[in-house]
């Protein structure tokens, strides 16, 4: 409950405060944040499971979002940026699909 | 992460017992096929899901069970708070991005070498379109040009067409000259002297003449015998009177000279008289008629 109330509470702050961001971050933002939805939904998927440990939780989010903008820069960098960001994002994509499965198994039963 | 912790197997574990009362009739081959495995795991959690509150041993709870703990009652444990910190920063992010993506253009989040070929893309457009511009603009100047020049050729035409159907007789004509009236009592005016007179007044200039009903024009002849003179076959009595537009400076002078057309009237009797005006209205039309032969050499 406290965690729900964490990302409304993050996503209203976002709206109203509307912070600058510095340019650095600017183009990591966006595949930061899918690598932290994709952790998300392997956290929530896990709790399902009863496997959720909230240290396992904090490494994978960190790290997620870590190397994800590790390889947009490095993408950057070897002039590759567009088609790496795109690649990240397709196999953030697939894991995040996998798992809203297996959250739906477990919700819906089906 | 949960890559490497995705026991597929546990996953019905709960949902299997109730399930399979309920919908089993419905389900498809590949569902059924998916259930079956998991008989053989589940079957000591047949403890009946439909009473939540009586989880008979904690560790066989379903996933539903547990989202339902885990959201209520809320309970501040380390865990939440740390999950509630890390989730706080991801609807930051996700706020943030959305806006920056929804209140600026698709270029905000575009990165350099995107943004130089857009550059290039936009000047490249700029080029075509200022040629295109440049290009139209001369087209327009052009046909305005030449617009007005065939304006400017069509009032020349119609200003030439006048002034030779003032010379050929097709239009009327005014202006100021001087009327010549030659009275013949006694029918001694022979055609050569209106020739004369005729003749006279072109010498001295005269640009549109008409004797009595007569229109002049170049190949106006005079015919006949004293008294009973035609004029282009057509006969015409005394007094014969000459409407002559031209300078009434040049042609009255030049009709009243010693010895000259006046004078020469004079001595057969006749009586000529030279009145200046300052309009004359020579109305007496020809009609245009068209040569069989001759065709303009111009063009």
């Known amino acids: 409950m406290i965690a729900v109330l964490g990302l409304v509470v993050g996503v209203v702050v976002g709206l109203l405060v509307r912070p600058e961001v510095p340019a650095v971050v600017e183009p990591y933002l966006p595949i930061a944040v899918v690598a932290a939805l994709d952790a998300v939904f392997g956290g929530l998927r896990a709790m399902l499971d009863g496997i959720f440990v909230d240290k396992v939780f904090v490494v994978s989010f960190l790290s997620n979002v870590v190397v994800a903008a590790l390889i947009v820069f490095l993408g950057d960098k070897l002039g590759v940026g567009a088609q790496l960001s795109t690649g990240v994002v397709v196999v953030f994509g697939i894991r995040i699909f996998s798992n809203a499965a297996a959250i739906r198994r477990h919700v819906f039963r089906a | ?299």
């Open chain 2, 1 to 299: 992460m949960n890559d490497e912790n995705k026991p597929v197997g546990n996953d019905p574990d709960g949902s299997a017992p109730d399930e399979r009362p309920a919908g089993g009739p419905e389900r498809g081959d590949a569902a059924r096929g998916r259930e079956l495995p998991s008989l053989q795991g589940a079957a000591p959690a047949s403890g009946a899901p439909e009473d939540p509150g009586a989880p008979q041993e904690p560790q066989q709870l379903t996933g539903r069970q547990r989202l339902a703990a885990g959201l209520w009652p809320p309970r501040v444990t380390r865990a939440q708070l740390v999950v509630a910190l890390l989730l706080f920063g991801l609807g930051l992010g996700l706020a943030i991005q959305v806006r920056s993506n929804n209140d600026d253009s698709a270029l905000r989040g575009a990165r350099q070498e995107d943004l130089v070929r857009i550059l290039d893309e936009l000047d490249n457009r700029t080029q075509r379109l200022e040629d295109e511009k440049s290009r139209l603009d001369d087209q327009r100047t052009e046909l305005e040009t030449s617009s007005d020049q065939a304006e400017e050729a069509r009032k020349q035409t119609r200003e030439k067409e006048q002034q030779l159907g003032v010379l050929a007789g097709t239009v009327a004509a005014q202006g100021p000259g001087i009327t010549l009236t030659i009275d013949d009592p006694s029918g001694t005016v022979s055609p050569d002297m209106l020739l004369d007179a005729l003749q006279e007044l072109r010498a001295a200039g005269a640009e549109a003449i008409q004797v009595n009903d007569v229109r002049v024009v170049a190949r106006t002849y005079f015919s006949g015998g004293g008294g009973d003179v035609q004029v282009d076959g057509k006969a015409v009595t005394a007094p014969y009177s000459f409407k002559v537009i031209g300078k009434p400076q040049d042609l009255e002078p030049a009709l009243n000279i010693p010895g000259g057309v006046v004078q020469t009237l004079e001595k057969e009797q006749a009586t000529a008289t030279v009145t200046r005006a300052e309009k004359i209205i020579v109305d007496a039309l020809r009609p245009a008629k068209r040569p069989d032969y001759a065709r303009s050499s111009s063009r």
